[in-house]
């Protein structure tokens, strides 16, 4: 593990905002546990405190729904207040959680925990002992990645189906009225699909969304390899996935990956980090991956505020599709973010500054990855070997 100094200050963020049960995101400002942040705590902390990394893991599969769903927020009933969207905003949700003492949201995020779930394994050396955590988280991972694909599943494509915007992940809540409505809408429905979309026009295949089910699915194969199991999902379950993936999110005319409209059977002209962060999925081959990140980079550059963890997403995405250098320097530049201006919720795209809350979990978690795969890579250079380049797609 790296002795930056900025690691060592991304350890005492973690610190911090450890509750015992689980890493808050925010102490300030989000004093409960979000499905998507702990997850790249996970990440971070599995070099530094491996069981503390799988406790985070275990954390979130603690409030999964007994369909499977791992709700985006898991409640702190100690704190019944100070967050917003709180539970009150879900009634019908905790009928659906599988134990009854838990109180969630009532929407789903990203599920980057099975990523979490493959990578904090990989780094317990004991054998034994990595195999008894994969073997105890397994059913919790297939079940959320079960329930994305079929209760999210629409009668017209494999794809996931996101029925709120902050079922995102990445995203942080906007202040408006809307989106509570859509909230109210969905516990009306108690959270049927179909119900909600007969009184919601929002529904939306997200491509950050559908990039890391597919991402998750191979990551739950290879847990199922390393346990003994049967393939969670067949090969032509995934091709399937894979070529609706590209036929709905391509954007011809702008070149880049964008989301999907249920609703309107088109696509959202609008170029989001989210396209770049997809190329994490290792679902998209390496000429459309270089022409989608060149793209981005003229359309997108400037618009809208750089998140630690999508960067960290676009990073390895790159790596896998063969772009090493590219990688790289969205590894220092985020870095070089966050030793300027902390460990911000996210940065101004101009100048760098800090926005949203400070001290954030998942930055620092991501900033301690950032650090050891430089680090990594300093010593492959250094001792003439190159850099893995995993799951490039052809």
Known sequence: ????????????????????????????????QWSWDSAFVAIGLAALAWDRAAAEVDAIL???????????????????????????????????????????????????????ALLVGRRQPDRERRLAFWRRTYRGLLGCLEHLATARRLPDSPLVAVVHPWERGWDGPPDGDGHLVLAELLDEADYDVATYREVSAFCVNDVLMDALWYRAARDLGEIAGELGEPAPFARGRLDEFAAAFEERHWDPELGVYVDWDCAAARRV???????????????????????????????ASDREPVRAPVSWLVAGGLDGCAMPGEAARVRAETLDLVRRAGFAECFDPVSGAARGAGECSATAAVTIDLLDQEASASRRSSSGGSAMVPGVRE
């Open 269 to 299: 002209a609008t170029p989001t980090a989210a396209g770049v962060a997809a190329l994490a999925g290792g679902l998209i081959g390496v000429g459309r991956a270089r022409a989608a990140w060149e793209r981005h980079r003229d359309l």
């Open 1 to 32: 593990m790296t002795d930056d100094p900025l690691a060592a200050a991304a350890r005492r963020v973690l610190r911090a905002n450890d509750t015992g049960r689980w890493t808050v995101p925010s102490r300030a400002r989000h004093p409960h």
């Open 62 to 116: 603690a409030a999964r729904w007994r369909e499977g769903m791992l709700p985006h927020v898991r409640y702190d009933t100690r704190r019944p207040t100070g967050s917003f969207p709180g539970p009150n905003r879900w009634p019908r949700a905790q009928a659906h959680v599988a134990d009854s003492a838990v109180r969630t949201s009532g929407i789903a995020s990203p599920p980057i925990v099975v990523t979490a």
